[in-house]
């Protein structure tokens, strides 16, 4: 299969952590990667690789992979991060990139 | 620093054809794959397909049938067509650029690291 599920949506107090999930089968062989997503912008890239984040990105992201499931965690989620959250892999049998469906983060 | 600039059409009639270009700054053309992504309206982004500086592609299925990119390596721009458009092609078009990591151990990475601003396309009669 060459989808990517993610929960809907998902919420955490300010300054706590919280971890965003994606799930499929391409992510046994392919390391995801995570967009950011405020309204009117273009995703950002927060996390890509192994863990790694592109240069301006808090460190207080990263991001895991387990089996079929890749994480994002925010550890000292901050009100700035409310947004959406994208994964991203390729389904290498299929040739074809996949995004999963989004998380919408909210920061209470 | 890399940029990426598009420009194109924003107001189709359904069946007409969608255009869009993509125009890169500050990168080496030639060594990485040109992305097309989309997003309707409140919804997930969607993958549209690839090419590299050679012309090579790559399409979304869902797409394939309707889409063409191409690319002027000499300009440093590629460019997407979609035909027959309808209302279900109302959405903002990005394009980006993917890089690409292999490692020996047969595990990959592929990432989108620059976008263009994206280009909302609305189709109505």
């Known amino acids: 299969s060459s989808e990517l599920t993610q929960d809907p949506a998902v919420s955490v107090a300010l300054g706590q952590t919280v971890r965003i999930t994606c799930q499929g089968d391409s992510l046994r062989r392919y390391y995801a990667s995570w967009y950011q997503q405020k309204p009117g912008q273009a995703p950002v890239l927060v996390i890509y690789d192994k863990n790694n984040r592109p240069s301006g990105i808090p460190d207080r992201f990263s991001g895991s992979t387990s089996g079929n499931t890749a994480s994002l965690t925010i550890t000292g989620a901050q009100a700035e991060d409310e947004a959406d959250y994208y994964c991203?892999?390729?389904?290498?049998?299929?040739?074809?990139?996949?995004f999963g469906g989004g998380t919408k983060l909210t920061v209470l | 620093q890399v940029q990426l600039q598009q420009w194109g059409a924003g107001l189709l009639k359904p069946s007409e054809t969608l255009s869009l270009t993509c125009a890169v700054y500050g990168a080496s053309f030639r060594d990485y794959y040109w992305i097309w992504i989309r997003q309707p309206p409140g919804k997930g982004l969607e993958w549209i397909g690839e090419?590299?500086?050679?012309?090579?592609?790559n399409y979304n299925p869902s797409l394939k049938s309707r889409v063409t990119i191409s690319v002027d390596a000499s300009k440093s721009q590629f460019s997407l067509n979609l035909s027959s458009v309808t209302a279900a092609d109302t959405a903002v078009y990005y394009c980006?650029?993917?890089?690409?990591?292999?490692?020996?151990?047969?595990?990959?990475?592929?990432?989108?690291?620059?976008w263009g601003q994206g280009t909302l396309v609305t189709v109505s009669s």
């Open positions: 090419i590299n500086h050679s012309g090579s592609t």
């Open positions: 980006a650029r993917r890089n690409r990591v292999v490692y020996t151990s047969g595990w990959s990475a592929e990432y989108f690291q620059h």
């Open positions: 991203n892999s390729r389904d290498s049998s299929a040739n074809l990139v996949v």
